[in-house]
């Protein structure tokens, strides 16, 4: 297989990196991708830095660079919902942009209620950025169907109560529709899973967990995809 594995920080996967001895080759064209092989798998592995606007250009860039059999994102998330556990990995199916607005007589306003972007516009399904991709679904069953919303900051508990009632979402995460859009306008297979390291509502965080659970859950995905 083909695949575009997308995460945060080589350092994310550096446990697993170690534990196979694998020693990612850098792309000559683009500097954020590395390229490695696991099993039967040729493997691009995108380091995307920090935010939406890093993960978007440098997604875009891959995939309209190389076609790819999936691309696979793993990286982590806050809980909106106390019975969410740390290290709980869930599977992302519709993503949405949380913080992306503004205030208009004391009301909070995203885009779409702006008229800004249209929910039926395409890349959007059912009012939403959707994955509709089932491909390998039995590899991604064990993992819980989730909404996630994209944010520029943490905010306090009265803005959080507010995107988890507005957009019915379950997590956040700081990067996700920065790898959903391009996945869906270029029409790329694809899966984004995130390990929940925070709980925004009980305020418990290990990040090491999640680091574990993270490295964990793709060496089992290697082998079984």
Not at 31 to 45: T, Y
Not at 56 to 80: C, I, M, W
Not at 94 to 119: A, H, Q, S, T
Not at 138 to 162: C, D, I, M, Q
Request: aromatic content about 10%; proline content about 3%.
């Amino acid at each position: 297989m083909k695949l575009l594995l997308v995460v945060a920080s080589l350092n994310d996967i550096q446990p697993l990196l170690e534990q196979h001895q694998i020693a990612p080759i850098a792309n000559d064209t683009l500097k954020f991708v590395h390229s490695f092989k696991a099993l039967h798998h040729e493997v691009d592995l995108l380091e995307t830095g920090v935010g939406v606007y890093q993960t978007t250009y440098k997604v875009t860039k891959a995939l309209s660079a190389q076609k790819y059999h999936l691309a696979l994102k793993l990286g982590f998330a806050n809980a909106y919902k106390e019975e969410t556990a740390i290290g709980d990995v869930l599977n992302i199916v519709n993503e949405k942009p949380g913080d992306f607005g503004m205030v208009v007589n004391n009301e909070w306003k995203d885009y779409y209620d702006l008229g800004l972007i249209n929910r039926e516009d395409a890349p959007h399904t059912r009012g939403g950025l959707i994955n509709l991709t089932n491909a390998y679904m039995n590899v991604f069953l064990p993992f819980k169907k989730v909404v996630g919303v994209s944010v520029n900051h943490y905010a306090n508990a009265s803005a959080v109560r507010e995107r988890k009632d507005k957009y019915r979402a379950d997590c956040e995460t700081g990067d996700g529709v920065g790898f959903v859009y391009p996945c869906l306008f270029e029409k790329q297979l694809f899966y984004q899973l995130c390990v929940i390291e925070r709980n925004l509502v009980t305020g418990q965080e290990n990040f090491n967990l999640a680091k574990q659970k993270l490295n964990e859950t793709l060496t089992d995905l290697i082998q079984k995809l």
